[in-house]
């Protein structure tokens, strides 16, 4: 306490010397170095933003938030979520200290740019939400720009990345397989003339959007030959009625169901037999179906797959 009290005394000493005596000035300075003491202390302490002095006219100091670590945080974070339905859904993590966000868009893909003049303000926000969704017009891409607003300042801005703006529509997609050869599971033997096989057409819907009405026509392409009546499957309504012959109409209600994006497949197995009038060792056959749906179609082809036939004979060398 003694060498805190002599400290004392000589910067009063000091400061009395200083302004001749006046012991109201010296208070005032020690006051006036007190308060910059802690000022200095404070903004050393305080690391959660960075500050910039826009302006120190008249003794007013404004500050702008330009970065922090919450800020850089969400740069990384932004996430946009562009599911068909002609919507694009904006996320991203709440900012502290953040009292509203803007959200910005522009009309063509901005990869990396963040000069707010190439985008048009469509929504604020308060300083609570942390999601937008948006519905422009669908055909285009478009680029989002959020940033996040402190006591009237705006911060730096948080670029969200680029949206393709789709429309719903079904993918169907298709593949057919052998199952047996004259009702022997098929293991890559050898199929010949007048062999009976059968055939499982399997599909799916790897769209945005369900395929509405579905109905197959199935056409013999070489050698091999439909049999009516063999189509059975697993779509909600009976492969039966059928109708026509190459094509063959399976299902001349046009309805097998409506093939929503659930990740299942369907199938349709079928019996044909297959031929060949060929004199050469190894011929093919080969099918196709197409599965028709509202608005769209998708074409499957069956084979060609190894046909052992003729008479013919390799001769010796």
């Not at 003694?2 to 910067?11: A, I, P, T, Y």
């Not at 009309?107 to 990396?112: F, H, I, V």
Request: charged share 20%; hydrophobic share 35%; with cysteine.
């Amino acid at each position: 306490m003694e060498e805190f009290s002599s400290g004392n005394k000589n910067l009063i000493d000091q400061a009395k010397s200083e302004t001749g005596g006046n012991i109201t000035q010296v208070a005032g300075f020690v006051f006036l170095a007190i308060v910059a003491l802690f000022y200095f202390f404070a903004e050393m302490q305080a690391g959660s933003k960075q500050a910039e002095i826009l302006d120190n006219q008249e003794g007013v100091i404004r500050k702008k938030m330009i970065n922090s670590p919450n800020l850089e945080q969400a740069k990384k974070n932004l996430s946009i979520f562009n599911p068909c339905g002609e919507r694009v859904e904006l996320s991203w993590p709440l900012v502290s200290d953040s009292t509203q966000y803007n959200v910005y868009r522009s009309r063509q893909a901005r990869a990396g740019s963040f000069s707010l003049s190439d985008y048009d303000q469509i929504a604020q926000l308060s300083g609570t939400s942390n999601s937008y969704t948006d519905a422009p017009s669908v055909g285009a891409s478009y680029s989002y720009v959020i940033s996040s607003m402190n006591n009237g300042q705006e911060a730096e801005p948080l670029y969200s990345g680029i949206a393709f703006n789709e429309i719903c529509k079904p993918a169907i997609i298709g593949v057919m397989t052998i199952l047996t050869v004259n009702d022997i599971a098929y293991i890559n033997q050898n199929i010949h003339n007048d062999d009976q096989v059968k055939i499982r057409l399997t599909f799916g819907n790897t769209g945005s959007a369900t395929a509405s009405n579905v109905h197959i026509e199935h056409s013999v392409i070489k050698n091999m030959s439909y049999l009516p009546g063999t189509a059975v499957g697993s779509a909600p309504n009976n492969v039966l009625p059928e109708g026509g012959y190459n094509p063959v109409v399976w299902n001349e209600s046009r309805d097998l169901g409506d093939k929503t994006t659930d990740g299942k497949n369907w199938h349709i197995d079928f019996q044909a037999r297959v031929y060949s009038h060929s004199l050469q060792p190894v011929d093919t056959f080969a099918d196709k179906t197409v599965i028709y749906y509202d608005g769209g179609s998708a074409v499957v082809n069956g084979g060609p797959w190894l046909l052992r036939t003729g008479k013919a004979r390799i001769p010796y060398r």
